[in-house]
């Protein structure tokens, strides 16, 4: 029977979780213990998709409420690229101050009952013997985590872009994503609005960027609190035209790679992990507090549900949540691999093309039309504007001495004596044997790579590596998945992550 919880880290998901579990059983004792002050928050603003607002909103209304009055919402996402601006809608989100949303959730939390102890460390698990169940949500770099880790085997994939998260004065009118080459490199921003007066301001960019700019100076080994003032700088300077001259605003800026975590377990013995400590997935495709208020309705809900037996709840709670979040972190990987090279993509594509490769990174182009009709026209007006007036899969494309009559094939065609085939490999690990073979081979000149096998991304990224990094025209070799392949076919091309599509079975792959 589970009479007293501690819940160890007072951010959204563990304030959050404490609520509730304080409502479905009001008699256990439930204490929040939060390393911070009360009034301390790092970041600036956090970010949810309407479509994923109402099972939390169910839960309780407090985070519905300070969206209400405090947040701010929006249906667009803009691009911004090369002096224009390309505006997608359909994609509804609101922002909350982070600060102002804790505040609320502490506010919460104290009314129905939760004990908050505020600048109390919990050095390790022995600390909390009498309690019955120990909720660890104490962030991705979780204490508790590392000291069951050979209970939980935890794992990280650390992500090649550099990322730092600033605030503005500067109001967007809702998510945009701005990319400048300056002179070290190309920089980008994920800005949206969080309050009335502030943006969430952040920045990414490659290591090579990142070193030739001098921005690799900070001591990230500090505790947390100073912030990198010389980064500041740099990319106010950078970004004032599109901030309008508005300062950057710091709080513990500074720069780091995102690491996506995952865990074989999430529970061992009477400690469960919650939020960033049990998984992580990239900002650009969602919240991770999002993700940890969604954990804390899926745990209270497992122990209300089995509250004389905790070993259920737990398996509960894991079965419930690991599908969910293993959905969200897959569709985080071809979003994260973006900024991984959008340098690239920002020299090689024109804007109309760049911010649909951008926004159909993750889904694809019926849907996006389902969204906002308008801009995906856009985007096809540009390519028959550069393709003499043909429509995407209809463009003929020379090949040597042969001719394609248009870009997707689904019939036998023989490429040639000079195009050459290439297997991408079934991970990401694997792409840079590929890419040294790929390599080898374009001193050659093929009139084509046939790019096939492997996964969906790791397919794409080498057909672009052929295309954009050799010059090479590539034919990704895709499997016939019914009435969606000819969707897939125009998103692939129209992006320009290949020249021609076609059904494995077409090129024998």
Same mark, same amino acid.
């Given at each position: ?279 992580? &997935? ?6 991770? *507090? ?7 309705? #899926?745990?209270? +809900? =497992? $122990? %209300? ?113 000079? &195009? ?6 079934? *991970? ?7 890419? #040294?073979?790929? +390599? =080898? $081979? %374009? ?67």
């Amino acid at each position: 029977m589970v009479s007293r919880i501690a819940c160890v880290g007072g951010g959204p998901g563990g304030l959050f979780f404490a609520t509730l579990a304080k409502q479905v059983m009001p008699d256990v004792e439930v204490t929040v213990f939060e390393r911070n002050r009360r009034e301390d928050t790092f970041g600036f603003g956090v970010v949810f998709s309407d479509a994923t607002l109402a099972g939390i909103h169910a839960a309780d209304p407090v985070l519905l409420r300070g969206l209400h009055d405090h947040g701010r919402h929006w249906d667009r996402i803009e691009v911004r690229l090369k002096g224009e601006r390309l505006r997608c809608g359909g994609n509804g989100m609101a922002a909350i101050h982070r600060k102002t949303l804790l505040s609320l959730l502490q506010g919460r939390a104290a009314e129905v009952g939760v004990e908050l102890r505020f600048e109390t460390e919990v050095a390790g698990l022995s600390e909390l013997d009498e309690f019955d169940l120990v909720v660890a949500a104490d962030g991705a770099n979780s204490r508790i985590r590392a000291e069951l880790a050979d209970a939980l085997a935890p794992s990280a994939e650390v992500a090649t872009a550099k990322f730092i998260w600033f605030g503005t004065s500067y109001l967007f009118d809702g998510l945009t994503f701005v990319h400048e080459h300056g002179p070290h490199g190309t920089f980008a921003v994920h800005g949206y609005p969080v309050s009335d007066s502030i943006s969430t301001f952040i920045v990414e960019t490659d290591e090579a960027s990142w070193r030739a700019a001098g921005l690799d100076e900070f001591d990230t080994s500090q505790p947390p609190g100073p912030s990198d003032e010389k980064t500041q700088r740099y990319l106010e300077k950078l970004f004032a035209e599109q901030i309008d001259g508005h300062p950057l605003l710091t709080n513990n800026s500074r720069w780091g790679n995102f690491r996506t975590r995952r865990a074989r377990s999430w529970h061992h013995g009477n400690v469960v992990l919650l939020g960033d400590a049990a998984h992580t &997935a990239h900002f650009s495709v969602g919240s991770g *507090t999002k993700m940890a208020m969604e954990d804390a309705i #899926a745990l209270a +809900d =497992a $122990l %209300a549900a089995t509250p004389d037996d905790l070993a259920t709840a737990l398996d509960t709670y894991e079965q419930v949540r690991r599908p969910q979040v293993a959905k969200i972190q897959d569709s985080a990987r071809p979003s994260l691999s973006w900024w991984e090279h959008f340098g690239r993509y920002h020299d090689a594509f024109e804007p109309a093309q760049f911010a649909f490769h951008f926004l159909s990174r993750s889904i694809g182009r019926a849907k996006l039309a389902q969204r906002d009709p308008e801009f995906v026209a856009i985007a096809e007006h540009a390519w028959r504007a550069s393709h003499d007036g043909h429509d995407v899969l209809d463009t003929p494309l020379e090949l040597d001495d042969l001719r394609l009559d248009g870009r997707f094939l689904t019939d036998d065609v023989p490429l040639g004596p000079r &195009a050459m085939r290439l297997a991408a490999p079934d *991970t990401e690990a694997g792409l840079p044997a590929v890419f #040294a073979e790929l +390599d =080898a $081979l %374009a001193w050659q000149r093929p009139s084509a790579v046939v790019v096939h096998s492997g996964t969906s991304l790791t397919r794409a990224l080498l057909s672009e590596q052929a295309r954009l990094v050799h010059g090479i025209p590539t034919v990704l070799a895709e499997p016939d998945v019914g009435s969606g392949t000819v969707d897939r076919a125009a998103t692939l091309v129209l992006s320009g992550r290949a020249d021609v599509v076609a059904t494995s079975e077409a090129v024998g792959a």
